[in-house]
């Protein structure tokens, strides 16, 4: 098994010991540090720029903006960014399945696609991380393509529980690390 598998399992079994109030608590805290940063509040000034993410399994929950936002969505190879009008309209939504057979909400096929070179701030899904801001995702390297196509500028924020957090996340050549994480608890950065 590969160190980051070794990893993911063990994240989601520290996952998997979250309680519902613990999860719903630690989304509000980190919806709440995501809802604070200077580039929230530019991206729904603008109306454009915000990216963000449907919680998948145990992932924190940033709940809708108050406005539009780009979301990701299946696509050729990979994900693309998708832009949903009203996120709170059900009709902006539609069910998919992964290669794996998993089920998740994603924009529907009429949404607009969104240029990656349009994000300002990118809020970032993920099974672990570290102080280095290195990132542990699901293992099929798409958020890493997608950041990868964000303009230098771009914010990429990665929303967390705390128990998320490993000593050092085994990161290869192609993991695009962020700028900070988020947490229940604290916002991290490199200083």
Same mark, same amino acid.
């Given at each position: 098994? #590969?160190?980051?598998?070794?990893?993911?399992?063990?994240?989601?079994?520290?996952? +998997?010991?979250? #309680?519902?109030?613990?999860?719903?608590? @630690?989304?509000?805290? $980190?919806?709440?540090?995501?809802?604070?940063?200077?580039?929230?509040?530019?991206?729904?000034?603008?109306?454009?720029?915000?990216?963000? /993410?449907? &919680?998948? =399994?145990?992932? &924190?929950?940033?709940?809708?903006?108050?406005?539009? *936002?780009?979301?990701?969505?299946?696509?050729? @190879?990979?994900?693309?960014? *998708?832009?949903? !009008?009203?996120?709170?309209?059900?009709?902006?939504?539609?069910?998919?399945?992964?290669?794996?057979? %998993?089920?998740?909400?994603? &924009?529907?096929?009429?949404?607009?696609?969104?240029?990656? !070179?349009?994000?300002?701030? $990118?809020?970032? &899904?993920?099974?672990? /991380?570290? +102080?280095?801001?290195?990132?542990? @995702?699901?293992?099929?390297?798409?958020?890493?393509?997608?950041?990868?196509?964000?303009?230098? =500028?771009?914010?990429?924020?990665?929303? /967390? /529980?705390?128990?998320?957090?490993?000593? !050092? $996340?085994?990161?290869? =050549? %192609?993991?695009?690390?962020?700028?900070?994480?988020?947490?229940? %608890?604290?916002?991290?950065? $490199?200083?």
């Amino acid at each position: 098994m #590969s160190a980051k598998a070794v990893q993911r399992a063990e994240l989601a079994e520290r996952l +998997r010991a979250l #309680s519902l109030p613990e999860r719903d608590g @630690g989304s509000a805290a $980190i919806a709440a540090r995501l809802r604070a940063l200077p580039a929230w509040q530019a991206a729904i000034a603008r109306g454009e720029g915000l990216a963000l /993410f449907l &919680p998948f =399994g145990a992932e &924190p929950d940033c709940g809708p903006p108050p406005g539009p *936002a780009a979301y990701p969505r299946l696509a050729e @190879g990979g994900i693309e960014l *998708a832009l949903v !009008e009203n996120p709170a309209d059900p009709a902006a939504w539609e069910w998919t399945r992964t290669a794996q057979g %998993h089920r998740f909400r994603q &924009p529907a096929a009429a949404a607009p696609r969104v240029a990656p !070179e349009t994000v300002t701030l $990118i809020a970032v &899904p993920g099974v672990g /991380f570290d +102080r280095r801001l290195r990132r542990l @995702g699901r293992g099929g390297g798409w958020y890493d393509r997608l950041l990868a196509g964000l303009p230098p =500028g771009a914010l990429k924020a990665g929303l /967390f /529980f705390s128990c998320q957090e490993l000593a !050092e $996340i085994a990161a290869a =050549g %192609h993991d695009v690390p962020l700028d900070l994480v988020l947490t229940e %608890h604290e916002t991290i950065e $490199i200083t």
